[in-house]
């Protein structure tokens, strides 16, 4: 019997119809604002070359239709929230993206970008993001597939990497989190689950490997004119796959809400995969460089841990219990400070790290509370600084964006490329605190167990 890795393996060396060409008619001829509305900085994996933003305020949205962006992203940093807010802000950015799609007459297309471990508020935000929209019914697509992560979906299951082999989503740690965990293996059967049962299992549909295959785009938007389903689970193990989605999506003049992890963003926006960065790509004044390790779950820890054998690097722990305890947080945070800066001033690199045994509530709301404050307590951290990194790399999503938008007081920054594959660089905008800074996202589920390492060695000086 084949097992599932020796199965996708087969699939990835098979050879695919590329559907790029025909996606590049279409966007010409239509001219489409893609906005890309992202739970955490993690998002933009895939990307380059493009704006993200961090508010979404009416004459934000207003300047980026009027300066005529083609594709952007938008940091809703919906992960931290709680359910309610998250609903609140999908909703405003709906209302206020299609406001917009009106006044300058463009074809909006809005895709929610979550966690490929489907891990994220789901589906109360795209819920929420319709409404506001005014598109309460449109259909909600979910294609979780992102490749440079090692992540794939084959008969409706989706799969991760782990060590050469692959495990189903529900089978891995990322389904165990505290405020975002799981259970279901097959992606219809997520759907019920994450719905609480709203969304019935036979108002769900999926497109297949082999459908893909066979039928290409017409098939996709012959099964959505149908209109016999409301929510859609897409089964893709290359680019090709998505590719054969996205341009049936896009002729079947069907109303759509996407619901993806971020290779798809690169199918339907049709932008190319670039290179990887090098240090030397990324200069910068300063001095040093900041290290920020938030993430605590396991494959960060063991990116940690190895990068703990160096001695290239300074180390510095935050004990999480102090953070709690009114009387410690003020010298835990001092101590922080007086380390890093110390460092910086010699031209090092230094790890701010939390301490790795998991702090949980007593439910879902209350570990998310308590994520939130681990991350409030690095924010003020780097607000506290006096010297200027050559750079800064985050690890973790709700700690990456929390360290931009309140440490880092970023409102607009330009996606530079992937130092790693899954990782991103963003070049600060000039009113962030370290004008022109990169800024690297390093998520806390990407890479092997020597990306950490291996990300830092290109940002030593050769």
């Known amino acids: 019997m084949t097992s599932i890795s020796e199965k996708i393996i087969s699939l990835l060396d098979r050879p695919k119809k590329s559907f790029k060409a025909e996606i590049e008619q279409w966007l010409a001829k239509h001219n489409p604002i893609i ?33 005529g962006l083609g594709t952007f992203y938008m940091l809703t940093n919906s992960r931290s929230m709680q359910p309610e807010k998250a609903n609140d802000v999908g909703f405003n950015i709906g209302q206020r993206l299609q406001e917009a799609s009106k006044k300058y007459n463009r074809k909006l297309i809005v895709i929610s970008r979550s966690d490929s471990t ?53 089978e891995s740690p990322f389904a165990k989190d505290s405020s975002f965990g799981f259970t279901s293996t097959n992606l219809k059967d997520w759907i019920v689950e994450k719905s609480e049962g709203a969304i019935k299992i036979e108002n769900i549909e999926s497109f297949s490997l082999e459908n893909l295959e066979s039928g290409g785009p017409d098939y996709v938007a012959s099964v959505l004119r149908q209109h016999l389903f409301s929510h859609y689970v ?16 896009l002729k079947s003049d069907t109303d759509i809400l996407f619901r993806t992890a971020a290779s798809f963003i690169n199918a339907i926006a049709n932008i190319p995969l670039a290179p990887l960065l090098h240090g030397s790509d990324l200069i910068s004044s300063g001095k040093g460089g900041l290290v920020i390790v938030g993430s605590y779950v396991p494959k960060t820890t063991a990116q940690l841990t190895i990068l703990m054998q160096e001695t290239g690097y300074e180390f510095h722990q935050i004990e999480v219990e102090k953070i709690f305890d009114s009387n410690l947080r ?60 050559k750079f800064i790399l985050s690890k973790g999503g709700i700690t990456s964006s929390d360290i931009a938008t309140r440490a880092l007081n970023v409102k607009r920054a330009e996606i530079k490329g992937q130092i790693l594959e899954g990782v991103p660089v963003w070049e600060l905008g000039p009113e962030s605190r370290f004008p022109h800074m990169p800024y690297i996202v390093f998520p806390g589920n990407v890479g092997d167990n020597y990306a950490l390492k291996n990300v830092l060695n290109k940002m030593q000086p050769q």
Request: aromatic share 6%; net charge negative; glycine share 6%.
């Open 118 to 170: 489907l891990r994220g508020h789901y589906p109360n935000e795209v819920n929420a993001l319709a409404n506001g929209l005014g598109r309460p019914d449109a259909k909600q697509i979910l294609i979780p597939a992102f490749f440079e992560g090692g992540r794939y979906t084959l008969n409706d299951i989706h799969y991760l990497e782990n060590h050469g082999e692959w495990i189903p989503a529900a």
């Open 330 to 389: 003020t010298s835990v945070i001092q101590d922080a400070v007086i380390a890093v800066d110390k460092a910086l001033k010699v031209d090092r690199i230094i790890v701010l790290y939390t301490s790795r045994e998991v702090v949980k509530g007593i439910n879902k709301s209350e570990s998310l509370d308590i994520v939130n404050s681990v991350s409030g307590t690095l924010v003020e951290l780097v607000q506290n600084l006096e010297v200027r990194p």
């Open 35 to 67: 906005a890309v509305l992202d739970d955490d900085p993690t998002g933009c994996q895939t990307i380059h070359g493009i704006q993200v933003f961090t508010e979404w305020s009416n004459q934000t949205i207003d300047s980026i239709f009027r300066e």
């Open 234 to 249: 897409v089964n893709a193990v290359s680019y090709e796959d998505l590719e054969a989605v996205a341009m049936g999506c």
